[in-house]
């Protein structure tokens, strides 16, 4: 089968390997569409996985063999990605306890067993799988762990309604995010954003302003129009140098800023600026999201109560996926949104 193999920092190569075999307990499957994640843009640029690895986990896909012991599934049914942390087989140094024990996202990141989806085929546990509802397009099916990152993370900043909310950089998962919190009945929501393309879908999808950063002091504008408060919430969705602390900067007295962006870097912090305001910081990541949440994510696919399509701008070929995780890295000068591999 074809797959893109990461070779080094940098560089995925399109190249022919041997199509794995199903385990006991897993399905092989023909994979429909992969999702580019974020995550996956950044342990390219920084070289995080080994090389050889494969990468690619937002998948949908339709089981053609079964594994020794499957009996709970069967050859051409539509399945999606279910990884939660906390349900094994997940070998235990990638597991997060529930009863909060440490973990260190660099070993899951570089662990290397790491087979992704960025391949014609790949194998699965069925533990790992769940089946996709009629109502659920194989497109949207593959947007489910975005989709999941975005609810977990509008929870966690636990909005009112009424609130005012800022979101910093507005990607695919923080564009899913502003059209829930418009449903949880924000008062107003503002987008700091430096690509076009991605300011343009969050106006259209409910944010009342959209400042670019590089252009305009989107932190004294929010404040002015929040009457001189700044928004209850801050969703820090850039992993920028400076975002958080422009997170800190704008939010109000006593506000929430929920961090889901990953910093893979060490960033800048001035807390002199803002430390009397008492800023309540939350960081996230889909690996401590929980099992309500994806049957969450899961319900509004099958109601359509986000629009999930829209913010798909691209299908590509496994040809173009070195190119397009080149172009990808700017965000400032391209028109991609959430871009599926059609491997
Ligand atoms: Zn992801």
Redesign the pocket.
């Known amino acids: 089968m074809k797959a893109a193999v990461f070779k080094e920092k940098g560089l995925l190569a399109v190249e022919e390997i041997p199509t794995p075999e199903p385990g006991t307990g897993e399905v092989l499957c023909r994979i429909k569409y992969c ?1 580019i ?4 843009l950044h342990n390219y640029y920084f070289g995080i996985p080994v090389s050889g690895s494969i990468l690619g ?2 998948w949908c896909g339709v089981i053609t063999r079964l594994g020794e012991g499957v009996e709970d599934f069967s050859v051409g049914e539509r399945v999606m990605r279910y990884k939660h942390p906390w349900v094994p087989p997940v070998p235990p140094e990638e597991r997060i306890d529930p009863r909060n024990i440490r973990i260190n996202p660099r070993a899951i990141y570089s662990a290397p067993s790491r087979r992704g989806a960025y391949a014609e085929c790949i194998t699965a546990p069925t533990t790992r799988l769940i089946r996709v509802p009629d109502e659920i397009s194989d497109q949207a099916a593959a947007c489910l ?2 989709l999941v ?1 975005a609810i977990h993370a509008v929870r966690l900043g636990n909005p009112k309604v009424s609130d005012t909310i800022a979101f910093i950089g507005a990607g695919p998962i923080a564009l899913y995010m502003i059209q829930r919190v418009r449903q949880a009945g924000a008062r107003a929501v503002y987008v700091s954003e430096i690509s076009p393309a991605r300011a343009a879908k969050a106006a259209e999808l409910g944010a009342d302003r959209v400042f670019n950063p590089l252009k305009e002091d989107f932190i004294s504008e929010i404040v002015k129009l929040t009457g001189g408060r700044g928004p209850d919430i801050v969703y820090e969705c850039a992993a920028a140098k400076n975002t958080l602390n422009q997170a800190c900067q704008l939010v109000a007295r006593n506000g929430r800023i929920t961090c889901l962006a990953v910093y893979q870097e060490p960033i800048m912090l001035e807390p002199l600026d803002w430390y009397m305001m008492q800023p309540e910081i939350k960081f996230t990541t ?1 690996g401590d999201s929980t099992p309500f949440d994806w049957e969450i994510a899961t319900e509004i696919l099958r109601q359509r109560s986000i629009d999930i399509e829209t913010v798909i701008t691209n299908v590509i070929p496994l040809s173009d996926i070195q190119e397009t995780f080149q172009a990808l890295l700017k965000p400032a000068t391209n028109n991609m949104l959430r871009v599926l591999v059609a491997p």
């Open positions: 999702g994640c974020g995550t996956d986990h937002e762990e975005p990152a889909n």
